[in-house]
């Protein structure tokens, strides 16, 4: 099966590709945004890390790679499986965009679940 392709996005972006299947996959509602203030087709706060880890986590870059593993674990649950295939699901091979409002989109959790659903085709 070939890799899917998965870009992410920052929410204050406007929409690049329409054909996609854009999930905001942050667990918290963006501050100061409006629910009708960009689009998305479907809000996987199911795929987003446990608030415990995501807490734990703090956006400390130096703790990225340890953040990292624990939330792989996670997605690798028995509910992160599920949750995937939902998200795989509804893409039905189309491209996928995972929206975040995290300023440090290198060090965060779309970065690792970007990775996590490219390996997993």
């Given at each position: ?64 790679a340890e953040f ?5 674990t996670e997605l ?46």
């Amino acid at each position: 099966m070939s890799e899917p392709t998965v870009r992410i996005e920052r929410v204050y972006d406007h929409p690049a590709d329409e054909d996609a299947l854009r999930l905001f996959v942050d667990r918290l509602w963006p501050r100061g945004m409006r629910k009708d203030a960009f689009h998305y087709d479907d809000w996987a706060k199911d795929l987003a890390p446990s608030p415990s880890l995501r807490q734990w986590y703090a956006h400390d870059t130096a703790a990225f790679a340890e953040f990292k593993k624990k939330y792989v674990t996670e997605l690798e649950s028995e509910d992160g499986h599920h949750a995937t295939e939902r998200v795989m699901k509804l893409a039905e091979g189309r491209p996928l965009v995972l929206l975040t409002a995290t300023k440090d989109v290198d060090h965060s959790h779309a970065a690792v679940l970007a990775e996590f659903l490219r390996q997993r085709s």
